[in-house]
């Protein structure tokens, strides 16, 4: 018996075609595109006309053929932003302008840099005038930067000083910058760069205190003045020095690790873990109310990290609900991503059915953790291990010694032990996907396999009535090849004699491998 | 007459003076209670009287202070609502999350393709939709107000305008240019009622409009990649069994949240 390569490719792909509509749960061809359907969506194409709501428009065709579906870009004209794939009913019903171009077309919907005071933000013209209406500033447009993180490194922070100036006769000071100080309109103004409040030859009656603050958009902790003015970065070590009080300087007390809960040093980093916020029971600080807050998930408990470890800010690991002992994907099970931002660990399913599964690196000392797709599908049309096992292209693993045999009709025949003609092995999916198996047993068809055990009985042992001896294939008879036919049977997905993610076992375990052996 | 009788003897006449004077110290002791009583009530009054009036439907004499508790409640209710509704009072196209319909902004029927907006003007749909929501109130609170001062005497005339509602920077703002005049002894008149919220809501829908952005070109969005640039900003995503996910944007500071569904690329 023998078999074609070509047609055995072709019929794998017309199975696993099948087992994608399984998966889907929907036939593949929609046939009307409606406006909008029944149950309120806009611009879906649906299997019936009757799931269209009959009072807009629906036409048996694919939406992007209909002028009423036609995808484009909605222009905010009052926020100056613009959302691509927008159909135009959907634009209009909130007075948005609609346009049939995509959004990189569009000369409204380009980006630049826009620079509101301190800040900046890579958005349109329109947005930048408008934030700037709303924060009440002048704002500068640059065209000429096209890439976001040259946008924002861009940001100048304006030097501040002293802007001093006199009030009821006293003469007083506010921390600003020199354009702020200027246009303030106060009297007897006189700015002062580089200089804090609290310099004594200023004059002013701002005096430094032991006092904290926090400062929007900055993650430090900074000293207070009499005037409520920031002063510079605390230091509990300089707040007697008259020098720290006198000019802007940056901080020297840095331990280059955000300083986490640090009773002597406010130079916090949001990167490396920690903000300014205020100290709670338990945190305390040399001076003042606010500390250096610990952004680490320093509480989390789980299996994941050993005891005494816990995962950093920003740090994101992946996860599994299977229940520890048990094998990975199983039935029920998916694919978690952790993330733990500003002490709080969330958990991010990757996908139902592990049609994603997670990824993870730490070779940088810091972990990072991707869901991306189970590129399981193509396993089943490899024939070789080399093809196979490529990484970069898919989630599969080689089987040696079995392959799937079809037969001259190209009819599905199980799982067949390799001989010299045929594939030396069969690829099969790394990650079992998941699927509704209580609705369809889809690709679990591919994991039956036949073994024709030969026996043999000489006519002496005929008539001694003695059992038939196998002679080929007697390997099938035993534990192993059953085992190894399960195990076949559980990569292609939620298939097999196994258990379910919470260890409960399948309801037909017993019936792995029915033998039919001759009579005596 | 026999002795003690008629007469007052002498025990009697010190156990009556006695007795007369406990009951004049009696007497002042209840005298100096009251007092202290009544000088109590004149200061509670005076203190809790603006309070006073308006728990007692007294009257208030400032109009603007009265819309703006009239309508404080509801104009917080309809913000709380579409906040976990994904931006509509009564939600058409939704999936149940946590006992509330979640309106989806982005959606395809299909597995692997890329969504569709479903409301690509979040801020402005919004904005109406509270209106909507807080019209019929802001009405009857007019009503209420002028029935009130037209007891008290007061010539009422009331110009009604247009009622507006803005989402802005770290605040929710319901403005209503509705002309007021009253006319006693003097005229007061008030050009304009407004009401400001406390919320974070203007920043929570840009964000999410940033992320139906990245749902309808990519399929997905980076949650990480928002908590990183906003430090007080927690996203969340929720996967549900059809490939639906909901996100929830949580202010960390106020507790303010907006959440919504997409399904895009459903696999």
Redesign the interface.
Known sequence: MHFKMAEKKIYAFCIFFMFLIFL?G?VSA?FFCCEK?K????????GSESDCDPNYGRVQTS?DATSY?R?GT?I?Q??G?C?????QK??E????FWSDKKRDDLPQCQLGCCLIGEQAAFVTHVACNRLGS??GTNVSYRTNIKDELQCLASATSYEKGACVYEEDYVRTCKLTTQKACQDSGLSKVEFHKGYLCTAVELGTNCAPTEKTKCVENK?EVYFIDTCNNIGNVYDSSKVKDVAYWTKIQEPTCSDNAGNKNSRSCGDCD??AGS?CKGKKIGESTDYGDYICKNLDCTEYKGADFDLGSYPRH?E?WCATDTKSGQANNLPGSSYYRM?C??G?V?I??????R??ICIENNSLGFGIANCR?NLYLDCFGQNNSDDCLLREERDCQWIKDYYFYYDAAGTFGGIQKSNSSSPAGMCVPLNAPGMAFWNEGGICVLGSAQCIVKYERGLIDKWGKKPWKPIENKECLEAAWANKMNDICMSLGDCGSKVNYIGQEGYKNKDVVKTQAPEV | MKSGEGKLGKKDAVASTIFLKKNRRGQVTIFIIIAIMIVALGLLVYFMYPKLKTTLGIGTKDPVGYIQSCVEDDIKEATETVSLQGGSIS????ILYDDAKVE?LC?????YK????????L???IE?EIKNKINQKVDSCFNSLKEDYEKRGYNFQLKTGTKKVEL??KRVIATFDYSLTLTKENTEKYTSFNFILDNNLYELVAIA?SI??SE??QGDAE??LY??YY?DL?V??????D?TKIYILTD?NKGNKFQFASRSNA?
């Open positions: 889907t929907i929609a359907t149950g309120g969506a806009w611009c879906q194409s649906m939406c579906c995808l909605c905010n009052q926020e932003n959302m691509p794939n927008t159909p959907v634009c019903e909130d007075r948005g709303l924060y993650d949001y990167y903000i920003g994101t993330v931002y500003n709080e969330t991010e399913q990757c996908d139902v059915f049609q994603k797709p | 939600p058409e196209h939704y989806y959606y395809t029927n299909e597995y890329l969504c569709t907006v479903q409301q690509a003007m801020k402005q749909h109406s802005l920077p409009e139906v952005e309808t070109l949650t990480t908590m990183a430090p927690k969340e995503k929720k996967i549900k069994e490939g960390r696999f």
